[in-house]
């Protein structure tokens, strides 16, 4: 082993790096050495945080907004979460049963170190964002995944998730809007999934509702608003992906209060609280105009059916239609075990590494997600970058 890495732990050693953001700076050394690269990589809004909430921040500063706060969050913004849960979600919480954190990750970081002990199975629905089975083994958990093809709309069903289930199973945990594929979960298919869980008394469900506003459906629906299964469901959410807060750094989660008292502990000797003039911002966003959300939905919508129409044009790519974030997540194992101009293409790594050598394009490997068959496409950019992007793409690959 390398002298300089005796001094690390063996968990640092062990844990993988976010295949994200490993290909984001890739994407930018590349840049760096001047070559045109358009990078598709980061799940970030390319929209500004609206003029109002920033207002709102500017506001909260005047006000003295900047000293430290509750571990859990400030009270009138846990109430403003109380207030848009039951408004939007059919969800009843009180603001002791509501943490605030920097970021949805750290709410789930915090929950998996709250409730799982070595030998604890946390069943993950994949395709997955790359931090889950990160966390949960960073947690000493065991990551039991379970994955959905392109054929399934890349979503798990019921006989699925009653195969895996078992006394050690400590809860379920997936993303609907999903990332990395756009996936939504409907009522009907998630009533199927909780009727499975409420079935196994020790399991719980762990509902990342981060992409809950970009939202291509009639309408969002929470699995935590099931009476099977209401009060053992933690609802994670926060306010980057809708609000196009990604910088601000604010996350939430609503729960048992056990639970959520269990996860201040942990934060408390951790981070403490979340900045003070983010959060008053941010509980100000939750009760004022959601126009410029929906216009930034209605952009991703246009956009999601700019990129389907030019990837369907693409020889051996398969594509489905996304119900929500801003994803595609196609499928190119037609292209594996061939090679294309000297270059080997033998899974999603290769097809990724290929994409930005031979096209200057970046994306993220499906292995990261859990799917080597396939890749993740972010279309939170212009129109203009995302045409080069996939006329880049077609020219490399046909």
Known sequence: MNTIQTNLSKRVLEMEESATIKMSQMARDRKAKGFDVISLSLGEPDFDTPDHIKEFAIQALKDG??????????LELREAICTKLKRD?????????????????????????ALLEPGDEAVILGP?????????????GTAVVLNAGISQDFKVTPQQLEEVLTDKTKFVLFSSPCNPTGSVYTKEELSSLASVIARHDSAQ??????????????????????PSVKDRTITVNGFAKGFAMTGWRLGYMAGPQHIMKACSKLQGQNTSGANAFGQKAAADALLADMGPTKKMLEAFKRRRELVIELLEDIPGVNVNRPMGAFYIFPDVSSFYGREIDGFAINNSQDFCAFLLEKANVAVVPGVAFGDDNCFRLSYAAADDQLKEA??????ALV
């Not at 907004?65 to 400030?74: A, C, E, H, N, W």
């Not at 469900?205 to 099931?226: M, Q, R, V």
Request: proline share 4%; aromatic share 14%; charged share 15%.
């Open 65 to 74: 907004y900047t000293k430290y706060t509750p571990v859990p969050g400030l």
């Open 89 to 113: 979600n059919d969800l009843h919480f009180s603001p002791a049963q509501v943490v605030v954190s920097n970021g949805a990750k750290q709410c789930i970081n915090n929950l998996c170190m």
């Open 128 to 140: 997955y964002w790359v931090s889950y089975k990160a966390i949960v083994e960073l947690a000493g």
């Open 205 to 226: 469900i762990i509902a990342d509702e981060i992409y809950e506003y970009i939202n291509f459906t009639e309408s969002h629906f929470s699995i935590g608003s099931l």
């Open 390 to 395: 996939i006329r880049r793409i077609k020219a």
